[in-house]
């Protein structure tokens, strides 16, 4: 796969410059490492489509917590499909077996983000109560939402599987 020959070359220059224990420590945390990488991408996904209604899209709305509600829900839906499809494919390297456990997968997935969206728009409703940068707080507020993600991800959605490493262990 892609994301296999990409992150073996990206080790393979770690090495070749005098860093091979961190390649090796990569190595061994391999899918802790790869959850971060792909939660900052789904971060990215996040942050930049809030930005953009809140500050584009939406900016005329007159009513302020209309605007960053609006913003919010939509910033969840794309990052929480682009999250469960790179944890199901490229973290967790999850196999589901029949439509049953498919579906008991993406709804365990859609369940946990949705209490930790709700968990997001409190924070971001803080901000607008308590006069704090809505952006600032959209930044703090996925730096929560990315560890308890990652919590129910490991002990309760993908619990089945187990990704083997880049040698194969």
């Given at each position: 796969?892609?994301?296999?020959?990409?992150?073996?070359?990206?080790?393979?220059?770690?090495?070749?410059?005098?860093?091979?224990?961190?390649?090796?420590?990569?190595?061994?945390?391999?899918?802790?490492?790869?959850?971060?990488?792909?939660?900052?991408?789904?971060?990215?996904?996040?942050i930049?489509?809030?930005?953009?209604?809140?500050?584009?899209?939406?900016r005329?709305?007159?009513?302020?917590?209309?605007?960053?509600?609006?913003?919010?829900?939509?910033?969840?839906?794309?990052?929480?499909?682009?999250?469960?499809?790179?944890?199901?494919?490229?973290?967790?390297?999850?196999?589901?077996?029949?439509?049953?456990?498919?579906?008991?997968e993406?709804?365990?997935?859609?369940?946990?983000?949705?209490?930790?969206?709700?968990?997001?728009?409190?924070?971001?409703?803080?901000?607008?109560?308590?006069?704090?940068?809505?952006i600032?707080?959209?930044?703090?507020?996925?730096?929560?939402?990315?560890?308890?993600?990652?919590?129910?991800?490991?002990?309760?959605?993908?619990?089945?599987?187990?990704?083997?490493?880049?040698n194969?262990?």
């Open positions: 796969m892609i994301i296999d020959k990409i992150e073996e070359f990206c080790l393979k220059i770690l090495e070749k410059i005098g860093l091979k224990p961190l390649a090796s420590w990569y190595r061994k945390h391999q899918e802790a490492m790869r959850y971060l990488v792909f939660g900052a991408l789904t971060t990215i996904v996040n930049i489509v809030y930005t953009i209604f809140s500050t584009l899209l939406l005329g709305l007159a009513n302020e917590s209309l605007r960053v509600n609006i913003s919010e829900v939509i910033a969840f839906i794309l990052s929480v499909i682009f999250a469960y499809i790179t944890n199901k494919r490229y973290v967790f390297d999850s196999k589901t077996k029949g439509f049953k456990d498919l579906a008991r993406i709804t365990s997935f859609f369940s946990c983000r949705i209490l930790t969206e709700i968990i997001s728009i409190l924070m971001m409703n803080a901000a607008v109560w308590f006069s704090i940068n809505d600032l707080m959209k930044v703090i507020s996925n730096i929560v939402v990315i560890i308890l993600n990652f919590i129910f991800s490991k002990i309760w959605i993908f619990k089945g599987t187990k990704r083997t490493g880049l194969g262990s």
